[in-house]
């Protein structure tokens, strides 16, 4: 069925109210993202910030455009009122904004990729020497559309929910903790992160599994199954569920596609790509010289810690183990992406090492992760993963990250540094060797 055409008169109405809307986010108090040091808004490249829904993408550019101290426009493609736009009616968009704004340089769409031939109006802006500032919820779509009409002209940001060091700072928590009673609340706030995890609405809300439950709902269902007409969606949401609360995993390809009812391991691939494209997967190559290996032996981690259990049916308990490596991978990641550095997961027949930082082909550290190492035979294994890990890249820079434990070690003129990870998150850059 035809789509009917939204006339400027309603186009200027809900313009309007998404005005009002943006400019009383002026008095709020907002979180400092260090992704906003990326977003270049007197570059001719369109910004495009990307990731999961409700991450805070919106946020990160309203103060970007804010510190710029210059008048802005504002689209929300994702407002209900705008469902059914049509291409040709970009230009009403344009005209009904300057209507409102008056004079503007800088413009900003949010969640554009909702409205198809997008590109190419994105691209006459840049080319009238507008300032273009652009959210999506999917990488893959938005990758494409930038790679056919805009190469060369977009810079891609990604962002994740709250790391901890975001969440303590929401929370009026110092970060860098000299007294006891400052340290007791460091302490304190990590063991409620790493349970609650960091989309930020979480700070504001009680009912934190029904809004996750929803969340994931709706990436599933408007992000996914709408955008890549998946024909069997049940099937492919009880696949999504059953990942998110088995994750960290090494997917069996084929077992998935029996358990679920997939004609072929194909299909199987294909829905994980979409699942990561939509942020609700991120995914770890297993660190080899061959390429088939990086490429076939992906590990899949949820995008936050949320994910893993605050839904309906989940059943997945709360598993302190594998939410600290998710936790720490997420960190590493995000300054990982300012440096251009990539993280591999280390495994072979005489253990496993969780992540390897790499900076091309040199291992830069490697960091094994464990809640509890009270138990011998649990620290002899995290170790040994190490050890392994150290034999086979020579690097000298090893890492132990657990709850609570402090040590330093020498094992046979090997040092090996044992950490607590809420202590470790926030002095990552200058423990990776980061600049400052």
């Known amino acids: 069925m035809k789509q009917a055409v939204i006339d400027k008169r309603n186009l200027e109405l809900i313009l309007s109210d998404q005005k009002a809307e943006i400019e009383s986010r002026k008095s709020e108090r907002l979180c400092y993202r260090q992704e906003e040091q990326l977003v270049d808004l007197n570059s001719p490249q369109a910004q495009v910030v990307i990731g999961v829904r409700r991450c805070g993408k919106s946020t990160l550019c309203f103060q970007a455009l804010q510190h710029m101290n210059e008048v802005f426009a504002y689209v929300d493609f994702d407002d209900e009122r705008l469902v059914g736009l049509q291409t040709n009616q970009l230009n009403d968009i344009l005209e009904v904004l300057y209507k409102i704004y008056g004079?503007?340089?800088?413009?900003?769409?949010?969640?554009?990729?909702?409205?198809?031939?997008?590109?190419?109006?994105?691209?006459?802006?840049?080319?009238?020497?507008?300032?273009?500032?652009?959210?999506?919820?999917?990488?893959?779509?938005?990758?494409?559309?930038?790679?056919?009409?805009?190469?060369?002209?977009?810079?891609?940001?990604?962002?994740?929910?709250?790391?901890?060091?975001?969440?303590?700072?929401?929370?009026?928590?110092?970060?860098?903790?000299?007294?006891?009673?400052?340290?007791?609340?460091?302490?304190?706030?990590?063991?409620?992160?790493?349970?609650?995890?960091?989309?930020?609405e979480l700070l504001l809300i009680k009912n934190h599994r029904q809004y996750i439950s929803n969340l994931v709902s709706n990436v599933l269902k408007r992000d996914i199954e709408q955008r890549y007409n998946i024909s069997y969606p049940a099937n492919f949401e009880n696949m999504a569920n059953h990942l998110l609360n088995i994750s960290p995993v090494v997917p069996a390809i084929s077992e998935l596609a029996e358990t679920f009812g997939f004609k072929s391991t194909h299909t199987v691939r294909n829905y994980i790509d979409h699942l990561k494209q939509a942020y609700l997967l991120v995914g770890v190559k297993k660190f080899s010289a061959k390429s088939r290996t990086r490429i076939t032996q992906e590990k899949l981690y949820a995008i936050d810690v949320a994910m893993m259990n605050k839904r309906e049916n989940a059943f997945a308990g709360e598993n302190l183990g594998w939410r600290l490596e998710t936790i720490v991978l997420l960190h590493l990641i995000r300054h990982c992406h300012f440096e251009e550095r990539d993280v591999y997961y280390l495994k072979d027949r005489s253990g496993e090492c969780d992540f390897v930082v790499c900076d091309g082909n040199k291992v830069l550290q490697c960091i094994q992760v464990s809640y509890d190492i009270s138990n011998e035979k649990t620290r002899k294994r995290e170790i040994n993963g190490l050890l392994m890990a150290h034999r086979q890249t020579k690097c000298n820079n090893l890492l132990l990250l657990t709850d609570h434990e402090h040590e330093e070690m020498d094992i046979n003129g090997v040092p090996v540094t044992i950490q607590p990870v809420y202590e470790w998150a926030c002095n990552l850059q200058r423990r990776l060797g980061y600049k400052a």
């Open 103 to 200: 004079d503007f340089h800088y413009i900003f769409f949010d969640e554009i990729q909702n409205v198809e031939g997008w590109p190419l109006f994105v691209n006459r802006l840049l080319r009238t020497k507008l300032h273009v500032v652009l959210t999506g919820s999917n990488a893959k779509l938005l990758s494409n559309d930038l790679a056919t009409h805009l190469t060369g002209r977009s810079s891609e940001i990604p962002l994740f929910p709250f790391s901890f060091e975001e969440y303590c700072q929401i929370k009026d928590v110092t970060t860098q903790a000299l007294t006891t009673k400052e340290i007791a609340l460091c302490r304190t706030s990590f063991d409620q992160y790493m349970r609650q995890g960091g989309f930020p």
